[in-house]
């Protein structure tokens, strides 16, 4: 089994709220080998950007962050600002859903990308500009050259959203971590941009950790997938193993309100994720589980393996023996 490029272990972000603590991320592991795409994914609020936006160093301060963050051998949490700047960009870049909010509207988008590329590399203006236009042209922007030389507002949302990937990906990093990079878009432009994020793992063998609440995204593009709710892992494995045989509740449930061809209504999960102010004790979706037992509210299940997954619910053998949904 290849190294870990990128090895999250037993991360916790706790905010200072003016209303108390909020934990957003309890304990959360995610381990992305080189060249794999890992998919993160879970329903709104569950902590999936928090867990990045910490292992980047991104946190507003009033975040307290402990656990672990390797990255290529570095220790990411508690290391210094100027560490930081270093490994962002050039070992770790991470993308938005706005792709606006990563570019800058008075600068011509071949000019940041040489920004990008000179803030890592010792490179002349010349060259850097046209490794620029290459860049633009991996990701599938036409007339690259042409392009270089326009402002984001000329370009389309999902042709923004390429400029973004080039920019993240100018200085070759080891991961790039893109986070629900499609979900501002429309579907067909939403389809182009995962073949942007393939193409790139493929021809570069970037690490990508995708992150989504589409669970039908990672079934076209990752390898692996780690399943968030509440803040905490609650299953992960292949993406062949769990969408063959998905063992959390959680899972299964994400799974029946995936849109299927020739199926009318879907199943969304009924409930709402806890209030992170206040989690429940015990399992976090005991309170919304159609399987919830007693123990389930008092004991937190721990992640373990289950099938050739890992299984975060204390009722999983009982289940797959009863074929419960
Ligand atoms: N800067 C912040 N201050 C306080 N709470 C935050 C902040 N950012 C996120 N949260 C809370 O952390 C939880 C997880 O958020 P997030 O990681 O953005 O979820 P996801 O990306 O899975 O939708 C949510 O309850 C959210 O309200
Ligand atoms: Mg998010």
Request: some cysteine; charged content about 20%.
């Amino acid at each position: 089994m290849a190294e870990s490029v990128l090895s999250i272990r037993d991360l916790t972000v706790t905010f200072n709220t003016p209303v108390g603590p909020l934990t957003a991320v309890r304990g959360v592991d995610v381990d992305v080998r080189a060249g794999e795409i890992v998919g993160v994914v879970g329903e709104s609020g569950s902590g999936k950007s928090v867990t990045f936006l910490a292992a980047m160093g991104l946190l507003p301060k009033r975040a307290h962050v402990t656990g672990s963050v390797v990255l290529d051998g570095q220790e990411l949490i508690g290391a210094s600002p100027k560490l930081l700047r270093s490994v962002r960009g050039r070992l770790l870049s991470m993308i938005f859903q706005d792709p606006l909010s990563a570019l800058n509207p008075v600068h011509r988008v071949g000019d940041q990308i040489v920004e990008m590329l000179k803030a890592h590399q010792k490179m002349s203006q010349k060259t850097a500009f046209a490794k620029a236009i290459e860049l633009l042209d991996i990701v599938g922007i036409p007339q690259p050259d042409e392009r270089a030389k326009q402002y984001p507002h000329e370009f389309s949302g999902g042709m923004r959203q390429r400029v973004v990937i080039a920019m993240a990906i100018a200085n070759n990093p080891k991961v790039l971590v893109a986070d629900e990079p499609t979900t501002a878009l429309d579907v067909t432009v939403q389809a182009q941009i995962l073949e942007v994020v393939q193409r790139v793992q493929q021809t570069f063998g970037t690490a990508v950790v995708l992150i989504t609440h589409d669970l039908g995204v990672i079934a076209r593009v990752a390898d692996r997938v780690n399943v968030m709710y509440a803040g905490r892992n609650v299953e992960k494995g292949s993406v062949a193993s769990l969408f063959e045989h998905p063992s959390h509740p959680y899972t299964r449930g994400l799974l029946a309100s995936l849109p299927q061809e020739g199926i009318e209504r879907l199943q969304p999960i009924s409930g709402f994720p806890p209030n992170m102010l206040a989690p429940p004790p015990g399992c976090g979706f005991a309170p919304r589980c159609p399987h919830a037992q007693q123990a389930c509210s008092e004991v937190l299940p721990p992640l373990r393996g289950f099938l050739d997954l890992e299984t975060a619910c204390i009722r999983a053998e009982e289940l797959l023996a009863e074929g419960a949904n």
